[in-house]
């Protein structure tokens, strides 16, 4: 089993900038996926950013166009996503998500955390 707890979300101005954390419990999981979700309510779970963490190294993928970028400190077991030039579209709670099979870009990841919470206003 592993836990995610994602932190770093808040308020902030269209334009701006913020940095999401996830911390990784369990040093032993292995796991081939990790990846940034959002929701808005009222609305299913949109992938934000993937990487797959592979032998040769970790390879993703965003989908917001470069303006975020997921990265992984194996070292301090922590997914980050930075996400930059925030759009008040991007209001949205944001989850870190793991599995351990390489089907990154689907979305019924086995260990989700709680998300927190990022509002951008105009």
């Known amino acids: 089993e592993v836990e995610l707890v994602e932190s770093g979300g808040g308020s902030v101005q269209a334009g701006g900038r913020l940095t999401l954390s996830c911390a990784i419990s369990?040093?032993?999981?292995?796991?081939?996926?990790m990846a940034w979700f959002r929701q808005v309510r009222g609305k299913g779970r949109e992938l934000v950013a993937w990487l797959y963490i592979g032998r040769t190294g970790i390879y993703g993928r965003d989908s917001q166009k470069g303006r975020f970028n997921a990265s992984l400190d194996s070292a301090k077991r922590t997914l980050s996503l930075q996400m930059n030039h925030l759009d008040p579209e991007d209001t949205a709670m944001y989850y870190c998500?793991?599995?351990?099979?390489?089907?990154?870009?689907?979305?019924?990841?086995?260990?989700w955390g709680r998300g927190t919470l990022v509002t951008v206003s105009s």
């Open positions: 369990n040093p032993q999981f292995s796991v081939s996926c």
């Open positions: 998500a793991a599995r351990n099979n390489s089907y990154c870009t689907n979305s019924d990841y086995t260990y």
